[in-house]
Nanobody, 124 residues
Framework: QLQLVESGGGLVQAGSSLRLSCTTS????????LAWFRQAPEKERDFVAG????????YYGDSVKGRFTISRDNAKSTVYLQMNSLKPEDTAVYYC?????????????????WGQGTQVTISS
């Protein structure tokens, strides 16, 4: 069984930066694709960013391109989401997800494992 634990959320002002982390256990990390999704109140869960098992492919949602960067550290079994130039509309619960097939595509049905989420709140 794979466990994913997110950290790094919080309350910051617009224009600030945050870095989210997601640490996994229970399965060989280097074989997994990882992604971040987010869900704002009363809205659907949206894809934010994904990274393939090798790190050679990354994907981003249109609303975060150029501001967010996903990366992975296989030695630490951790995936990161660096978020810059944050906006109030980035406020949401951010979820880490793992795809055992290794692709990292922006489709939630690819992801079999999910973390509990971390709250990110951006004040204007």
């Amino acid at each position: 069984q794979l466990q994913l634990v997110e950290s790094g959320g919080g309350l910051v002002q617009a224009g600030s930066s945050l870095r989210l982390s997601c640490t996994t256990s229970g399965r060989l990390f280097s074989t997994l694709a990882l992604a971040w999704f987010r869900q704002a109140p009363e809205k659907e869960r949206d894809f934010v960013a994904g990274i393939s098992w090798s790190g050679g492919s990354t994907y981003y949602g249109d609303s975060v391109k150029g501001r967010f960067t996903i990366s992975r550290d296989n030695a630490k079994s951790t995936v990161y989401l660096q978020m810059n130039s944050l906006k109030p509309e980035d406020t949401a619960v951010y979820y880490c997800a793992a795809d055992p097939n290794g692709f990292g595509r922006p489709y939630s049905y690819d992801y079999d494992y999910w973390g509990q989420g971390t709250q990110v709140t951006i004040s204007s």
